[in-house]
């Protein structure tokens, strides 16, 4: 009886139980329910049974065991519970048991080891628990085995190959899994399909396994597998092969040249996170009917070889988070079929080539993390098929954002962040209708927030934070009804906070940074909004006070000028250099300083150093701010003001000291007064948290303080991405000069401002290898600039500052961090330093050196090994950073990438542990 195909539904009728002399029962793939009839066992002479494809609940019955005809027994794709019956095993005719894709449970019966005539094996899909009995690997006939995913646990035995001869799919992805891959599978010669990912498989993969030439499919991938590549030049001689997928494993060494010399048929090849190292072989291109290459998460270097473009049918290319260098070949454009293209996080450099456009099917591009450079393509943004993700976020791209980016109608993700981006937001942005996530921060944005966004019902998150929006805050931010997270911090926004939709979630929207917003929901902690009569009032005093300060700065310029003319030898920056640095500042009186700080009283006193003294402020606009006052008698004072004038005033990142006006004016005493106001951090500098005065120290809460792993790891980027925009993304360029602790501000999210540019340089080259650089300034002066313990040796031969000296100092507090030890304690004598203390303790003896408050995180064996790890890492970036010959110092852009690496690990592991 036949009638597969159909679309029965119900009960199996139970009178199919009186058709004795029935030989074939075959209902698969109808729409049956119910139980499997109890009284089947009465057809003695059935010899197929396949219930395959319905919807059957319920167990299986001991009683099929009683079928001495039966050779095939399927009942996959069911919903079938309980264990399967040890009376399977008394089919001694069975040669097909098909189980799989059901609910069962318990251990596989040893009864099945009986099945002598056995050549199908499928149990796949269930959650079947124990050790596979030995006993059925030594059934000759097998020729299809297949128990993956379910929790089965094990190994293979060591002459498997022997004792299954007749092998051709196999197939035991289960997890749990060990052992190594015995070498004797080879003889089983006919063996096809291989399959072993997502277990603990260890040691060697067999070099032999190329002479099983009808290789198909090897999937080895997720296991402990511990490698070179060498093996690959066997699997030449399988003309057959389509896929190789080796991913997440311990391979390491060199993409071998004869991986180009695999056959043609290959069209999958899975790499990604490994150890391999050095270059992509250019002779690649001969795998042309390739469509998935993945080789993300490795340590491959070099350029991109331009003979990649001759794999015009590949579909997917994933080379992220490797260390490529160079230019983003423009033969990457003969992939017109590839849908997914992931090269974030290398060091690519170079624009981004507008043959990408002739990608007409690619709906994923990542080109994150890189040096990019120039405008965003026009040809790009032009393409409507993209529909996952378009990102060319932490680049250095310049001009505005097309027109075209409305043609972006499927688009789910766009992140243009983090780059020098311009201009106005299109208003075709409105196109992109189904976008969900838009992230345009850390740009310079201009002009209002248009009303174009209004169109973006699906919109989830929308981070405009860090540019330049003026204006109010648009109420119809408040419609998009699906939106769960926005970040309109440090704009130039002003006016009322609307005060539905997401604004009534404070933890979900960040309105920081803009000094002129009031109103919106009581969790935003916004002032009050005046009424419009006391605003027209407010308007007025605003603008009196506002002429008269001006007046008051006039005078003052006026005496300044006559002061500095009568003392024009004796002043090292003249009135008029100060002034062209200043004018593009908020100017702010003397007079309201002193209101500000209480006349300067000591209580409002927060900190000092060579240059000057700071005090908390609260000026006239409720504004909570940082005061500056220069030492006008302290030499270099002068020179000190103009260069943080000079630097900060020119350059814009969320992770620098934002400086937002100056007073130059005459004290009291008619003395010279020079003040610089910074924004107030709510948690001080870095260096309070790292040594607090009293230990202990609690903050206002009553809490001790004390920066977790996970916290310091994050200020390290914070620092690190800041130090490669001055660097990098700065022109000219911009040395710190004194980076350490203290300079290092934490805000109110705990997010590292860098700050104290009193002794920065601005550059005008910036040779990769240069030791030292001249800038800008008078460089004459032989006096080693900094602070000791921070500045590199090479300052103290005469060098000039440079880059490489910045990296060095970037490096001693990335040690000091971790280690909780100054540069400059007692321990470290002229043949110790911070350097030289953790280098020789890497790695074993790395926990040694590390703060105690970390090594207190570890609540068990597992999370001590976790923060070991990371911490060997971290100490390895830092030595790197600090080592004394510059030339041999770590590139920012790459220590960046390797603090990014070492976070990602150290997030997955937290959050294993909490799964």
Request: proline fraction near 5%.
């Amino acid at each position: 009886m036949v009638l597969h195909n159909n679309s029965f539904h119900g009960e199996i009728p139970p009178q199919i139980g009186n058709l004795l002399q029935l030989c074939d029962l075959d209902l698969s793939n109808n729409a049956f329910g119910g139980p499997i009839p109890s009284n089947l066992s009465h057809c003695l002479n059935l010899e197929t049974l396949n219930f395959s494809y319905n919807q059957l609940v319920g167990g299986i019955h001991s009683n099929l065991g009683n079928l001495p005809r039966l050779k095939r027994l399927s009942l996959a794709k069911n919903s079938l519970v309980g264990p399967i019956p040890p009376s399977i095993g008394n089919l001694s005719s069975l040669q097909w048991l098909q189980l799989a894709s059901n609910r069962l449970h318990g251990e596989i019966p040893e009864e099945l080891s009986r099945l002598e005539r056995l050549v199908f094996f499928r149990l796949q899909c269930n959650e079947l628990t124990g050790e596979i009995p030995p006993g059925i690997f030594n059934i000759s006939t097998i020729n299809y085995f297949s128990v993956m995913v379910n929790q089965l646990r094990g190994s293979f035995p060591s002459d498997i190959g022997i004792t299954l001869p007749s092998l051709s799919y196999l197939s035991v992805a289960n997890k749990l899994f060990t052992g190594t891959i015995p070498s004797s599978l080879t003889n089983a010669t006919c063996l096809w399909f291989f399959e072993i990912y997502n277990n603990s498989f260890h040691g060697p993969i067999p070099k032999n396994l190329g002479w099983l030439k009808d290789f198909h499919i090897i999937s080895l991938a997720s296991n402990r597998l511990r490698d070179d590549l060498s093996f690959i030049s066997s699997l030449t001689n399988c003309s057959n092969l389509e896929i190789l997928s080796l991913s997440s494993n311990l391979i390491h060494g060199l993409l071998p040249r004869s991986m180009s010399n695999l056959s043609t048929s290959i069209k999958r090849i899975y790499l990604s996170n490994n150890q391999i190292q050095g270059t992509i072989p250019s002779a690649l291109k001969n795998l042309y009917n390739l469509f998935l290459l993945t080789l993300d998460g490795n340590f491959l270097t070099g350029r991109l070889p331009k003979s990649i473009g001759a794999l015009y049918n590949m579909q997917q290319l994933d080379l992220d988070g490797n260390m490529f260098t160079g230019e983003i070949p423009s033969s990457i454009g003969n992939m017109t079929s590839l849908a997914l293209l992931d090269l974030q996080s290398n060091n690519l450099q170079g624009y981004i080539p507008k043959s990408l456009g002739n990608c007409k099917q690619l709906n994923k591009l990542d080109l994150s993390n890189n040096n990019l450079i120039g405008s965003v393509p026009l040809e790009i943004v032009g393409l409507s098929c993209l529909s996952i993700l378009f990102s060319l976020a932490h680049n250095n791209l310049t001009g505005s954002l097309p027109l075209q980016v409305g043609s972006l109608i499927n688009l789910a993700e766009l992140d243009l962040s983090y780059n020098r981006l311009t201009g106005l937001i299109p208003a075709s942005i409105s196109g992109c209708l189904r976008l969900e996530r838009l992230h345009l921060e850390a740009n310079s944005f201009q002009g209002q927030i248009p009303e174009a966004l209004h169109s973006l019902r699906g919109l989830e998150e929308l981070d405009l934070s860090y540019n330049n929006f003026p204006g109010p805050i648009p109420s119809f931010l408040a419609d998009l009804s699906l939106l769960k997270y926005l970040n309109l911090s440090f704009n130039e926004l002003e006016g009322k906070v609307p005060e539905g939709g997401v604004f009534l979630n404070a933890s979900a929207v960040s309105i920081s940074g803009n000094k002129e917003i009031c109103g919106g929901a009581p969790g935003l902690n916004l002032p009050l909004c005046k009424s419009p009569g006391s605003n027209k009032f407010s308007s007025t005093k605003a603008i009196l006070i506002y002429v008269v300060a001006v007046s008051l700065s006039g005078l003052a310029l006026l005496f300044l000028s006559f002061f500095c003319y009568r003392k024009k030898k004796h002043t090292p920056t003249n009135a008029s250099t100060l002034l062209s640095f200043t004018n593009q500042f908020l100017r702010i009186s003397y007079e309201e300083l002193l209101r500000a700080t209480n006349r300067f009283s000591e209580t409002n006193l927060i900190g000092g150093g060579t240059y000057g003294t700071v005090y908390k402020g609260i000026l006239d606009s409720s504004a909570i701010v940082a005061v500056k006052v220069l030492n006008s008698t302290q030499r270099g004072a002068s020179r000190s003001f103009v260069s943080e004038c000079q630097t900060l005033g020119t350059i814009r990142h969320r992770n620098l000291l934002k400086i937002f006006s100056v007073c130059l004016s005459m004290d009291l005493h008619g003395n010279d007064f020079k003040a610089l106001i910074y924004e107030f951090m709510a948690n001080e500098s870095l260096g309070e948290w790292l040594h607090p005065k009293t230990k202990g120290q609690d903050d206002e809460h009553g809490e001790s303080r004390n920066l977790r792993l996970a916290q310091r790891l994050n200020i390290a980027i914070d620092i690190a991405t800041v130090i490669e925009y001055l660097h990098k993304g700065c022109f000219p360029a911009i040395v710190h000069g004194d980076l350490k602790p203290c300079n290092v501000l934490l805000d109110h999210d705990m997010v590292a401002r860098v700050g104290d540019f009193g002794l920065a340089k601005i550059i005008t080259t910036m040779p990769a290898e240069a030791t030292g650089v001249q800038d800008q300034g008078d460089s004459t002066s032989t006096a080693i600039r900094g602070s000791i313990g921070y500045v590199p040796p090479e300052y103290g031969m005469g060098h000039e500052v440079s880059a490489l000296g910045d990296v060095y100092s970037y490096g001693i507090l990335l040690l000091e961090m971790f280690t909780g030890k100054r540069p400059t304690e007692e321990v470290f004598q002229p043949d110790l330093n911070l350097h030289s203390f953790v280098r020789v303790a890497l790695p074993d003896r790395a926990m040694d050196v590390v703060d105690l408050r970390l090594w207190s995180e570890a609540s068990d064996r597992q999370q001590e090994i976790k923060i070991r790890d990371c911490m060997i890492s971290i100490f390895e970036v830092g030595v790197a950073c600090s080592m004394e010959s510059p030339t041999d110092r770590m590139d920012m852009t790459e220590a960046i990438k390797k603090l990014y690496s070492i976070r990602v690990s150290y997030e997955a592991k937290e959050n294993m542990k909490s799964i």
